[in-house]
């Protein structure tokens, strides 16, 4: 059965930090690419963050660039997100999605709520 089960997201001041983590099973981790989405209310589903299967791939979305790392743990099955300096409209919450690109299976987690307010 696949899972993937994000975690880390919470309450956070302005300028403040947080690090989601995503746990998968169910699936060869290390032959999918993992990615972050986000979505606002009243907002369309965005891509944050990607990380290729060896890690050696990071893709960002501009808004987010300088501010949040993607990285991959493949001996844990695990993706992460660190965000720093975070900002009001971070607020969302956040998806962590699996995508094997030559078969497409394609799987998400349920999300995990960041909310950025002083």
């Known amino acids: 059965q696949v899972q993937l089960v994000e975690s880390g997201g919470g309450l956070v001041q302005p300028g403040g930090s947080l690090r989601l983590s995503c746990d998968a099973s169910?699936?060869?981790?290390?032959?999918?690419?993992m990615s972050w989405y986000r979505q606002a209310p009243g907002k369309e589903r965005e891509l944050v963050a990607r990380?290729?299967?060896?890690?050696?791939?990071?893709n960002y979305v501009d808004s987010v660039k300088g501010r949040f790392t993607i990285s991959r743990d493949n001996a844990k099955n695990t993706v992460y997100l660190q965000m720093n300096s975070l900002k009001p409209e971070d607020t969302a919450v956040y998806y962590c999605?699996?995508?094997?690109?030559?078969?497409?299976?394609?799987?998400w987690g349920q999300g995990t709520q960041v909310t950025v307010s002083s």
């Open positions: 990380i290729g299967y060896g890690a050696s791939s990071t």
């Open positions: 169910g699936f060869t981790f290390s032959r999918y690419v």
């Open positions: 999605n699996a995508h094997q690109p030559v078969s497409s299976y394609d799987y």
